[in-house]
């Protein structure tokens, strides 16, 4: 529930839509669960883009869709602009990956 895993939860994310150069929909729910009632689920739903941008983020109390709208013309302008994707060579690794 909350607490450490609600500020990883704003950290992960993003960073990995930075280090693949996609956009990530991360979902959670809100509230307690039964039987447990352990502890509450803190929301906070959203959408991030390859630059790590938050896009759109939904409630941490209230069930609710969270939209956004996804420029996918971003994931090859961020490749392209940051160098580990631009400079990959994939090729190179055909060697390694045989069977």
Request: proline fraction near 6%; charge should be negative; avoid cysteine.
């Given at each position: 529930m909350a607490g450490l895993s609600q500020h990883l939860w704003k950290l992960e994310q993003p960073a990995h839509a930075v280090a693949n150069g996609y956009f990530v929909g991360a979902n959670n729910r809100v509230g307690t669960e039964a039987p447990w009632?352990?502890?509450?689920f803190y929301g906070s739903s959203y959408f991030v883009?390859?630059?790590g941008q938050f896009l759109a983020e939904?409630?941490?109390?209230k069930d609710e869709v969270v939209v956004a709208d996804l420029d996918l013309d971003l994931i090859?302008?961020?490749?392209?602009?940051?160098q580990f994707y631009r400079d990959r060579r994939p090729e190179a690794y055909d060697e390694l990956v045989r069977k």
């Open positions: 009632n352990i502890g509450r883009n390859p630059r939904g409630s941490e109390d090859d302008e961020v490749r392209q602009t940051w």
